[in-house]
């Protein structure tokens, strides 16, 4: 079955450390995405990548990083920069970037916590 | 900038009423996309619209673009318990910015 994969699913992090959440795809898409929803909200886009080797910062990028190196793979690192992480991270992805309009498929979603 | 106001935050209905969610926006938009969240779960896709003054039906939804594409509505009829959820609205800028709404939660009491 083609979808896309988060893991892990619940993920604790020590205050000063990174940690790196992964999401891959098997549907074939370009664009991939990152939110970050917290309790009660909408989603805020965090980083988006509209093809390989190239991705943009979206409206909280500050105190994240990602890479975009395989088509099915968009890993989002949470830095220790990033003074409030505990959210619940949603890994997208579409068939062509924003602009095309497309659907997004998400995955799962990564709950991380504060030790 | 441009922004995306959803309404209402939360709705409770007794099973069998009828719900409806609002997006508005302060500009024109390009189009509008509608998604749902089952508590705990991850948004999926209900459906895309484009066109001015497009209706758009799925079942018991019915999905409505504006004249003047400014503004959007999700109406369910006769609600059932498994219709919880979060229902979002999401729209692109004409310069590709992707916005959500902040949700509609609805509650169905059974």
């Known amino acids: 079955d083609g979808g896309i994969t988060q893991s892990p699913k619940y993920l604790f992090r020590k205050e000063g450390q990174n940690v790196t959440l992964s999401c891959e795809q098997n549907l074939n898409h370009d664009a991939m995405y990152w939110y970050r929803q917290d309790p009660g909200q909408g989603l805020r886009l965090i980083y988006y990548?509209?093809?390989?080797?190239?991705?943009q910062k979206g409206d909280i990028a500050e105190g994240y990083s990602v890479s975009r190196e395989k088509k099915e793979s968009f890993p989002l690192t949470v830095t220790s920069a990033q003074k409030n992480p505990t959210a619940f991270y949603l890994c997208?992805?579409?068939?062509?970037?924003?602009?095309?309009?497309?659907?997004?498929?998400f995955g799962d979603g990564t709950r991380l916590s504060i030790l | 900038g441009q922004q995306v106001m959803q309404i209402p935050q939360y709705q409770h209905v007794q099973e069998g009423e009828d719900f409806t969610t609002y997006c508005n926006s302060s500009?024109?938009?390009?189009?509008i996309q509608w998604y749902k969240q089952r508590p705990g779960g991850h948004p999926v896709f209900l459906i895309q619209l484009v066109k001015s003054g497009e209706v758009k039906k799925q079942k018991r939804l019915t999905f409505q673009f504006g004249e003047a594409k400014k503004n959007s509505s999700l109406h369910l009829t006769a609600t059932q318990t498994t219709d919880v959820g979060t229902y979002f609205c999401l729209h692109s800028s004409n310069t590709g910015k992707l916005i959500f709404g902040q949700g509609t939660t609805l509650q169905v009491k059974p």
């Open positions: 500009t024109t938009l390009s189009n």
């Open positions: 997208a992805s579409s068939i062509a970037g924003q602009l095309a309009n497309q659907p997004q498929h």
């Open positions: 990548s509209q093809i390989v080797n190239d991705f």
